[in-house]
């Protein structure tokens, strides 16, 4: 249930994940934007209340789920468009890397993705911008948090860009997969980034996750916790010590989920 109204509360942070990226959880109620711009993409989702805007000689309303897209270098404005104000997380991605992202996309250089005007009302997409959001503000397992951000930059860009990127078809390599399988695997404790896996494959991250997945079934974060759980030995808190799960709840709710069951029982 919304508040009465919201604060006016604004916390912007970074994540070594997204290098020069500028990421904003914030809620506002009686804040009021001046005409202004950034050099980077805006990506929004509109968590609760609703915002309203004039961009682009347009006025707009953008109401919860909805994704407010404002292109590089575009004036824009920014208030409450009811009387609680509004709630949103944001992206500021630099162009740099939603270019690299469609490039990788269609395995060549393209023209820089540009957005359209309207505001984009996609729930599918939304749920995964405020996931890949959470887990890069949470510190979450760099794997999960980047394929995730991957995930949702690759779904925002191939469905609601003006020139909708032709995908690139990629081929079985099971010797690739095999790699990465490997490198995932050699120590559950070592930190591991969607990057370093793909650059074990020889492929960008975007290919090497595509590739992965379709061939497995599982994302990469959730393959190696599988491997963690098939590994367990021990006493619960030591396999969820030795394996990399950050505490005993964690690794108990990842053995449910795979198994059905608590691992005290499994045993």
Not at 65 to 79: K, L, M, R
Not at 85 to 112: Q, T
Not at 146 to 158: K, S
Request: proline share 8%; with cysteine; hydrophobic share 45%.
């Amino acid at each position: 249930m919304n508040p009465a109204h919201f604060r006016n509360a604004a916390r912007y942070w970074r994540s070594p994940l997204v290098p020069d990226a500028d990421m904003v959880t914030a809620e506002y109620h009686d804040h009021a934007f001046t005409p202004h711009w950034h050099d980077a993409y805006t990506v929004p989702v509109i968590e609760a209340g609703a915002e309203c805007f004039d961009y682009r000689g347009a006025h707009h309303v953008a109401e919860a789920g909805s994704v407010p897209v404002i292109n590089p270098g575009e004036v824009h404005t920014g208030a409450r468009a009811v009387d609680a104000g509004w709630r949103y997380r944001v992206f500021y991605l630099p162009v740099p890397f939603v270019e690299n992202v469609a490039r990788e996309m269609v395995g060549r250089p393209v023209a820089s993705p540009w957005f359209p005007d309207e505001i984009i009302r996609d729930p599918d997409l939304a749920r995964r911008l405020v996931l890949a959001h959470r887990l890069l503000e949470g510190d979450a397992d760099p794997l999960a948090a980047e394929l995730a951000l991957v995930d949702a930059v690759t779904a925002l860009i191939g469905r609601h860009a003006l020139e909708r990127p032709r995908i690139a078809p990629l081929a079985a390599d099971a010797h690739r997969v095999a790699a990465m399988k490997s490198r995932l695997a050699d120590d559950l404790l070592e930190p591991v980034t969607l990057a370093d896996l793909a650059q074990t494959a020889g492929l960008s991250p975007f290919h090497a996750a595509r590739l992965f997945i379709r061939e497995t079934g599982l994302a990469p974060h959730a393959w190696r916790n599988q491997m963690r759980i098939v590994r367990a030995g021990a006493s619960v808190a030591d396999v969820a010590a030795a394996s990399g799960f950050t505490d005993q709840s964690h690794f108990t709710r990842h053995f449910k989920r795979a198994f059905g069951v608590p691992p005290g029982r499994w045993r």
